[in-house]
Nanobody
Framework: VQLQASGGGLVQAGGSLRLSCGAS????????MGWFRQAPGKEREFVAG????????YYADSVKGRFTISRDNAKNTAYLQMNSLKPEDTAVYYC????????????????WGQGTQVTVSS
């Protein structure tokens, strides 16, 4: 599976962005998908995850109520809708695919996208 993240950019605090993660291959619907982010000087952290068929979603406490993860298996694409953005959301955002259940542990994920920069100005 090859993943391509897109949709990042510069936005003012309080604004919104939608990230997309396009996947190659015919088995996208069998993978759990996760979004992670990494700010300069910090470790990569879990943001949100979704089960293979989209029935279960998971969020970090820091984004709960502001971010929404979804997927369209017919389009081989996962999304991260980010609302009410804050300067502390500034980071490179990565999508990842796992053959296992959704987890907050980056090392469990089998495939990673290249990352897309999100910058939130105050």
């Amino acid at each position: 599976v090859q993943l391509q993240a897109s949709g990042g950019g510069l936005v003012q605090a309080g604004g919104s962005l939608r990230l997309s993660c396009g996947a190659s291959g015919r088995t996208f619907s069998s993978y759990s998908m996760g979004w992670f982010r990494q700010a300069p000087g910090k470790e990569r952290e879990f943001v949100a995850g979704i089960s293979p068929r989209g029935g279960s979603t998971y969020y970090a406490d820091s984004v709960k109520g502001r971010f929404t993860i979804s997927r369209d298996n017919a389009k081989n694409t996962a999304y991260l809708q980010m609302n009410s953005l804050k300067p502390e959301d500034t980071a490179v955002y990565y999508c990842a695919a796992s053959r296992d259940l959704v987890t907050i542990i980056p090392g469990v994920y089998d495939y990673w996208g290249q990352g897309t920069q999100v910058t939130v100005s105050s």
